[in-house]
């Protein structure tokens, strides 16, 4: 529950936006945006959130599991297996740059912005 | 292979493009392109490289033209519905750049034909709906060594990765499985996907004809919903199935 608190809270007005608008704003100190493409934005219903940390080095995992919570089921489906762990599949992008390595050990230290992306194949 | 005068005429305007010239249009037309799926985004990618004037494209097309592929697949024609797609998106590339060897597989890439439709090409671009095909184009390009622009939309969004093998991340890197969620059926606005197509003509034409800076190691993404561009930073993965082993 401790960890809970410091994860403060999202910013609600960025929830009422349909998908493809973007909340144009600079993250202040502790606050991330993250960005969803493709099937995760039409999941959620918005493509951008814009969250709030009083701490710097939050776990990755802690803060989807609490976007799933708030996105609801289908979201989590894309982000997660049947194990309920995050989906080799989806790419994870820490200011511009795809972040290798068991995404379940990343932390949002210093990071700005999380761009969250699932593999399209439209053509 | 030498520029002819119909070919100075031909492309007259791009040979005048800074670092193309005639050396360029040279390179191109002594070109292969294999093209997995000309359909909404397959389509206008051959449209551009027959109007570059690439010297052969070899297409694997599948099935019959239905009413609902004419939103996105400009290739083909309102009175080819019913008919084969190769046979129509062949009859338009011809009479659009005769001057372009066009050969036109009518199957979908498969287990039985992948190897042998990346030797014939230089370059392959990706265009296919589902990921097993991309997949297995992914897997002969490294196996081959040959580049491979993937390109790949949904909805309002674009993906082009630029695939060099031994030199940028294959798309296994990225995606070490089949992604579960993709479904063969996905939204589609024809002029989105013609976008990401020639982003990706483009991306093949500066990597065959030796001019500008191609994406390498980066994803061209954008949104037309807000009309954001962006390359993001790709990475090899080192344990990749597919091109773990291979290096330039
Ligand atoms: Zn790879």
Known sequence: MEKRTSFRRLLRHTFRLPVGLVLRMMPLMGQVNFSYTGQLAAAAGVAEVVLDFSDDAVPLRRVLDELASRHGSKWGELIFDDAGQVRSTLLVIFDGAQVSGDKEDLTLDGVKSVMLMTPIAGG | ?248
């Open chain 2, 1 to 248: 292979m030498p520029l002819t005068d119909l070919d100075r005429s031909l492309y007259e305007w791009q040979l005048d493009v800074p670092g193309f010239g005639e050396s360029g249009q040279e390179k191109l037309r002594s070109s292969t392109a294999l093209i997995s799926r000309a359909g909404g985004l397959g389509g206008p990618l051959a449209f551009s490289l027959a109007a570059a004037g690439i010297g052969k494209l070899v297409i694997a097309h599948a099935g019959d033209l239905r009413l609902d592929d004419l939103n996105r697949q400009i290739l083909m024609r309102h009175d080819d519905v019913g008919k084969p797609r190769a046979e129509s998106l062949a009859a338009t590339l011809r009479a659009f750049n005769p001057q372009v060897e066009v050969e036109v597989i009518p199957e979908n890439i498969t287990e039985a034909n992948a190897a042998e439709l990346v030797a014939k090409a230089d370059i392959v671009f990706g265009a296919a709906p589902l990921f097993e095909e991309r997949f297995l184009m992914n897997r002969e390009c490294v196996r081959q060594g040959k580049p491979l622009i993937d390109c790949a939309m949904f909805s309002l969004e674009g993906q082009i990765l630029p695939i060099v093998p031994g030199q940028t991340p294959c798309l296994a890197c990225l995606y070490p499985e089949i992604p579960e969620h993709w479904k063969r059926r996905f939204p589609v606005i024809g002029a989105v996907s013609a976008l990401a197509a020639n982003i990706g003509a483009m991306e093949g034409i500066k990597l065959l004809a030796g001019f500008g800076e191609v994406s390498l190691n980066r994803m061209i993404y954008f949104d037309t919903a807000t009309m954001r561009f962006q390359q993001i930073q790709v990475q090899r993965n080192p344990d990749c199935a597919v091109c773990q082993h291979v290096s330039l």
